[in-house]
């Protein structure tokens, strides 16, 4: 479990938890891409899949095989980045 500012991200096996997600930008088998407050987030594998969704909550739950993670600043996932992913 990683606490960082006004997020966690707990990663166990294939099952990624993330909290303090504030909008999800994109996500399709290849990857997922969300804002979090102040900065944004992606992650890239395969087999990618929303488990559980709570936008009240802002909890999102992915289970995949995960390969890479990467911050972005400002909560802007940029889009070169995303086309290299979600192609």
């Known amino acids: 479990v990683q606490k960082i500012g006004n997020h966690t991200l707990n990663l ?3 099952h990624l938890f993330i909290s ?5 930008k994109n996500v399709n088998e290849n990857g997922f891409a969300c804002a979090l407050s102040g ?3 992606v992650a890239s594998g395969s087999g990618i899949h929303i488990l ?5 909550k802002g909890e999102v739950e992915l289970e995949g095989n995960f390969s890479g993670f ?8 940029k889009q ?3 086309k290299r992913i979600f192609g």
């Not at 559980?52 to 009240?56: K, M, P, S, T, Y």
């Open 12 to 14: 166990k096996d294939n």
């Open 20 to 24: 303090g997600v504030v909008k999800v």
């Open 39 to 41: 900065r944004g987030f």
């Open 52 to 56: 559980r969704l709570d936008v009240e």
């Open 70 to 77: 990467k911050y972005t600043a400002g909560g802007n996932v």
């Open 80 to 82: 070169n980045f995303v």
